[in-house]
């Protein structure tokens, strides 16, 4: 009886040594894989903007084998007209370029003031009505842009058409309802920065101001304020970089003449590939990088204020 | 006194509130009323909608475009998948980074690509893809292939514009997912027998469905109403809902069946989003 008991236990041992021996090759095979993935995701996310960027260097025309550096492409769009790309011109670009900044910082500014209102609204104050306005605004970060872009599309057009039978003048879409448009989807990223900062804030110390005297009024401008100023900053940043970026809303609410500078590149890029737009996307790589850093800086610094 | 000094502060509230409230009303709740409304109305002859009512866009959505509509699903549903199976590695491996900034180099090198412009992102892939491209040189070279094959202009070429365009939306849910997960439950099921396999899969990954959830939704739901991304890289093969509903503005287009695409667009995003918030408040 004793020796039966004993073949049990080293049979159950044979039978462990096999799970154990199986479970370990499964951890290395866990491990290789869990290093491999990062390599190949890393890989796949910076290939595309490298080899972008490379090319636009590349002597010949190619876009697969790199022959030599040159800046050729890049003289070439600051030089007036394109060769063969009737459709491009430097004039054209540097235009587009200043209608963006038009809308961007008209955008910005008025979703920073009316994004941070309701932001302050909705976190220190009750009203009947304030659930719903919270999930409205939540909206235009949800819905496709797409949507968004065709129903002002409709909405302007129908309001214009409209206000012709009316009043027998013609408005056309224009730097107004890009602006607009913009606003609508910038509020509410505004609303979640400078919301995320108000809650991060002692209420104490409001609550301090008002024991020492302090009016509503005063207790604002002089503790409450500058304590969410950086969220302003980073939402109206924030604001201000989606706005720039924006090309499908603006795409169905632009008029003639008010091309943005993402507009005008699609209209170059949907045609074909040439080294010239290469060069092109490569000033916005670099432009939209100069933005992340300024406001990394920015960031940075107000980190070290907070602490 | 008291009753007076809650009153003041609901109107003060509201005050604040108003000028966000009316600009969202104004351009953006009513202008999707609109185009509800014209989703019933009948095509004019200048491509706008006018009266009788109808229901006819609506039947011609479910049935003319049904392929293009349970495609577009297809790839948005593939798209979020491979995003998943890159995402969550990718994301896990950076989350277990024992120094704190390595961990936020390797969310920033995830980040970076993602703030370049997207249409620029998606136009370095036309170049990848093309003909001429590196993708199919290097094919060639290797002797896969015998002649360049056509990548650019297929549902392929969306696909992975897609994931490539909305990979950081499934990295950074899970990504914070993982970094609260308490790596002591994987300890205490290994204690208990379970391997490596069996721990992930009934421990780590269960508790961080959270992450896996949110990353989906907002992965699934710009894919769903893409636009750019098929355009500039699909071709008339690779079409989805959203180069329909553009090409029905302007021109010789259809506005009231334009309205009808995006209402069903709309649906399908509501629905997608009712799905998550169900299913979040469920594990919660």
């Known amino acids: 009886m004793a020796a039966s008991q004993f073949a049990a236990t080293e049979e159950t041992l044979h039978l462990n040594e096999g799970k154990l021996r199986r479970d370990l090759w499964m951890r290395r095979v866990g491990t290789i894989g869990l290093y491999f993935n990062p390599v190949f995701a890393y890989f796949f996310l910076w290939a595309p903007i490298i080899v972008l960027v490379l090319f636009s260097f590349n002597q010949s025309r190619s876009v697969s084998t790199f022959t030599g550096f040159t800046l050729d492409w890049y003289v070439n769009i600051f030089s007036g007209v394109v060769g063969a790309e009737s459709r491009f011109s430097t004039e054209l670009m540097l235009g587009s370029l200043r209608n963006s900044l038009i809308v961007s910082f008209s955008a910005t500014a008025i979703s920073t003031v009316i994004g941070t209102l309701v932001a302050l609204s909705l976190a220190r104050f009750n009203f009947p009505g304030k659930r719903i306005l919270d999930s409205i605004l939540f909206l235009p970060i949800v819905i496709p842009e797409i949507t968004q872009g065709i129903s002002l599309a409709i909405f302007f057009n129908t309001v214009f058409s409209y206000w012709q039978t009316i009043s027998g003048e013609r408005i056309f879409p224009g730097f107004h309802t890009i602006i607009i448009a913009h606003v609508v989807f910038t509020i509410s990223f505004v609303a979640v920065v400078v919301r995320a900062r108000l809650s991060d804030m002692n209420p104490r110390l409001e609550e301090a101001a008002r024991d020492l005297g302090a009016n509503e009024w005063r207790t604002f401008w002089e503790v409450t304020f500058p304590l969410i100023l950086p969220g302003i900053v980073a939402g109206s940043l924030l604001a201000f970089t989606l706005s720039l970026d924006d090309f499908v809303v603006t795409f169905f609410t632009s008029g003639v003449g008010t091309s943005t500078l993402p507009v005008f590149v699609y209209g170059l890029l949907k045609l074909t590939v040439t080294p010239e737009i290469n060069a092109i996307s490569t000033i916005m790589v670099m432009l939209s990088t100069i933005l992340i850093g300024i406001s990394l800086a920015l960031q940075g610094r107000s980190a070290v204020t907070r602490g | ?284």
């Open chain 2, 1 to 284: 006194m008291e009753a007076l000094a809650e009153r003041r502060k609901r109107l003060a509230g509201m005050l604040l509130a108003l000028p966000a409230a009316l600009w969202l009303l104004l351009f953006f709740l009513l202008p999707l009323a609109i185009v509800l409304i014209v989703s019933f109305l009948t095509r004019a002859p200048n491509g706008t909608g006018e009266l009788p009512f109808t229901l006819a866009n609506y039947e011609r959505v479910l049935d003319v475009f049904s392929p293009v509509l349970w495609r577009s699903l297809q790839m948005a549903f593939l798209s979020t998948v491979i995003c998943l199976l890159i995402g969550y590695p990718l994301a896990f491996f950076i989350s277990t980074r024992k120094r704190n900034w390595v961990r936020q180099f390797c969310i920033f090198l995830v980040i970076l690509p993602f703030w370049t412009n997207f249409l620029v992102r998606t136009y370095a892939w036309r170049v990848l893809l093309g003909d001429d491209g590196i993708a199919n040189n290097f094919l060639l070279n290797l002797g896969l292939i015998s002649e360049p094959i056509q990548l650019l202009n297929t549902q392929f070429a969306v696909i992975v514009g897609l994931v490539y365009g909305f990979l950081p939306f499934m990295v950074l849910p899970i990504f914070a997912s993982v970094e609260r997960f308490d790596f002591r439950f994987v300890d205490a099921a290994h204690d208990l027998g379970a391997n490596d396999l069996r721990a992930f899969f009934e421990v780590i990954f269960p508790l961080t469905l959270p992450g896996v959830f949110a990353g989906c939704a907002l992965v699934f739901i710009p894919c769903v109403g893409a636009f750019v991304t098929p355009d500039l890289l699909g071709g008339t093969s690779g079409l989805m809902i959203g180069n329909l509903i553009q090409r029905q503005f302007g021109g010789s287009g259809n506005m009231p069946l334009g309205s009808a695409l995006s209402i069903v667009m709309m649906v399908i995003v509501m629905v997608t989003l009712l799905a998550y918030v169900r299913l979040g408040t469920r594990r919660s």
